[in-house]
C-alpha cells in the first residue's frame, strides 16, 4: 500500500524568501514521487518527479526536491519565492514512473506576500 | 497540440440523476485516467481505461463507470448522484509507448450536486 502525507496544509512566505514544503511517503514498494502545482481554477502541473535515477530533482520554476529514502521524505524547496509560486501544491506517489493511478496528499496552499 | 480536454467545465444536477463527462487525450496517448478532487482535498483516483477495458479502480462504488472508445476518448458516468459527489473531475492521460513521459491533467469539469 502506499500513502503520503502533507504536513501543514498552509505555508506563508514573504517574496524573496526559502520555500519548504514538506512531503513523507510510505511505500511497500520502490516509489515514484511527483510534485503538482495547481493554480485556481485550473488542472494540475508537474512540476518534478522522482524516477530513481538521481536524489535531488530539478523541476520548473526553479523548484527542486531530494529524495531521502532513509526519512521516507520527497520535501519541496525552492530559494526564492514569487508571488506567482502562490498556488496550492500536492505531493503524489505511483507505482509505475508515468505517474498513472497517483496517490495525492491533501495539499499545502503557498502564500507568498510582498 | 490541444493536450487533454474535457467537457463541460460546468454541470449543476439534482440528487438522484445520471452525469456523463468527457475527456479527450492528449495526440498520441492510449490511456485514460479519472480522478475526483472534492474542494480543498487532493485528487482521488477513480480508473484508468486502455485498450477499452478498464484496466485499474480506486476505491469507488460501481455508481462510477466509465468508458474508452476507439479514438482514445473517455467517458465517465455517475448514477444515482449524491450531494457528495460535487467535486472537480479531472482526467488525465498517458501513453503506453512512453512510459517515461508523465500523464497530462486536463482543466477538470466541476460537478456541483444540488
Known amino acids: 500500500a502506499q500513502s503520503v502525507t502533507q504536513l501543514g496544509s498552509h505555508v506563508s512566505v514573504s517574496e524573496g524568501a526559502l520555500v519548504l514544503l514538506r512531503c513523507n511517503y510510505s511505500s511497500s514498494v520502490p516509489p515514484y514521487l511527483f510534485w503538482y502545482v495547481q493554480y485556481p481554477n485550473q488542472g494540475l502541473q508537474l512540476l518534478l518527479k522522482y524516477t530513481s535515477a538521481a536524489t535531488l530533482v530539478k523541476g520548473i520554476n526553479g523548484f527542486e526536491a531530494e529524495f531521502k529514502k532513509s526519512e521516507t521524505s520527497f520535501h519541496l524547496t525552492k530559494p526564492s519565492a514569487h508571488m506567482s509560486d502562490a498556488a496550492e501544491y500536492f505531493c503524489?506517489?505511483?507505482?509505475?514512473?508515468?505517474?498513472?493511478?497517483?496517490?495525492f496528499g491533501k495539499g499545502t496552499t503557498l502564500s507568498v506576500s510582498s | 497540440d490541444a493536450g487533454v480536454t474535457q467537457s463541460p467545465t460546468h454541470l449543476i444536477k439534482t440528487r438522484g440523476q445520471q452525469v456523463t463527462l468527457r475527456c479527450s487525450p492528449k495526440s498520441g496517448h492510449d490511456t485514460v485516467s479519472w480522478y475526483q478532487q472534492a474542494l480543498g482535498q487532493g485528487p482521488q483516483f477513480i480508473f484508468q481505461?486502455?485498450?477499452?477495458?478498464?484496466?485499474q479502480r480506486g476505491n469507488f462504488p460501481d455508481r462510477f463507470s466509465g468508458h474508452q472508445f476507439p479514438n482514445y476518448s473517455s467517458e465517465l458516468n455517475v448514477n444515482a448522484l449524491l450531494l457528495g459527489d460535487s467535486a472537480l473531475y479531472l482526467c488525465?492521460?498517458?501513453?503506453?509507448?512512453?512510459?517515461?513521459?508523465?500523464?497530462?491533467f486536463g482543466p477538470g469539469t466541476r460537478l456541483l450536486v444540488l
Open positions: 488525465a492521460s498517458s501513453s503506453t509507448d512512453e512510459i517515461q513521459e508523465t500523464q497530462y
Open positions: 481505461y486502455y485498450e477499452e477495458e478498464e484496466r
Open positions: 503524489a506517489v505511483s507505482s509505475n514512473q508515468a505517474g498513472t493511478a497517483l496517490i
